[in-house]
């Protein structure tokens, strides 16, 4: 009869050689986990799109600014204008940890999530105050979407096993 090895799983081996294979077999789940795949996709892909959207964003109420002025409404300008510049900065500090596989990104989307839910109440809010009820209505519809997008997502980052296999640089 031969002596059991490693890669035996037989009640015969020593407690070194069994505690030696649970610690082999725990490696191979996280390290197939690594990596910008499965649901973390879709969070890239929103990265993207966010940063191409915000850019425009951007462009699109620089072009209005003269319009809104005519209208007494450069304060508001100006409070969507900073949003939008805030935004911006979030999706790209996200983006950065996030496409570089840095430790920090899960928090960095955290982050800018939150940010997304307070900033289009805050818009909502001025909006209402300063009577722009039509552009209210569409901010309202992007606080659900926030809000939805966050309910998915923060916890995702927070509990996914993928997540923390992914980012560790």
Known sequence: MTEPTQQDESPWASPKEQSVIPAAKSEEPTKHLAGI???LIFPAIGLILNTVGLILGIGFLV??????SQ?????LW???MADLVIS???V???AILFFNKKRGAPKAYICMMVYFVLSSGMIVYFETSWQQHEMAEESIRMVFRT???SAVWIPY???SKRVKATFVN
């Open 157 to 159: 980052f927070l509990a």
């Open 88 to 90: 911006t900065v979030f």
């Open 78 to 80: 100006g409070i969507e």
């Open 63 to 68: 072009s209005e600014f003269t319009s809104w």
């Open 92 to 94: 790209l500090w996200a």
């Open 71 to 75: 209208m007494g409404l450069g304060f």
């Open 37 to 39: 795949g499965g649901w």
């Open 147 to 149: 809000l939805v997008s």
